[in-house]
């Protein structure tokens, strides 16, 4: 049984940074990408970054140069720094394994407002 656990969310001022933690429970699941997804009120969840057992990443265009995601394999974990952090950040975040995703986290979430 897969589990993924989240935490890092919170309130922060535009400009601001957090770095989101998810550690990951299971059999297996270093060989596989892990990820961060994001749903804001309103609007469709959407991919924000992911990265392969490699180390090979791919961004979301609007967070390419101020996020940055990385995994520590031999603790089956996948952060998220972000830095710059824009209103429009403002979303539930959200780890997910797989790609397509096949887990999901329950879901941290990151409040950018003065």
């Known amino acids: 049984q897969v589990q993924l656990v989240e935490s890092g969310g919170g309130l922060v001022q535009p400009g601001g940074s957090l770095r989101l933690s998810c550690a990951a429970s299971g059999s297996l699941v270093s060989i596989y990408i892990m990820g961060w997804y994001r749903q804001a009120p309103g609007k469709q969840r959407e991919l924000v970054a992911d990265i392969n057992n490699d180390g090979s990443t791919r961004y979301a265009d609007s967070v390419k140069g101020r996020f940055t995601i990385s995994r520590d394999n031999a603790k089956n974990t996948v952060y998220l720094q972000m830095n710059s952090l824009k209103s429009e950040d403002t979303a539930v975040y959200y780890c997910?394994?797989?790609?397509?995703?096949?887990?999901w986290g329950q879901g941290t979430q990151v409040t950018v407002s003065s």
């Open positions: 997910t394994l797989r790609r397509p995703p096949r887990y």
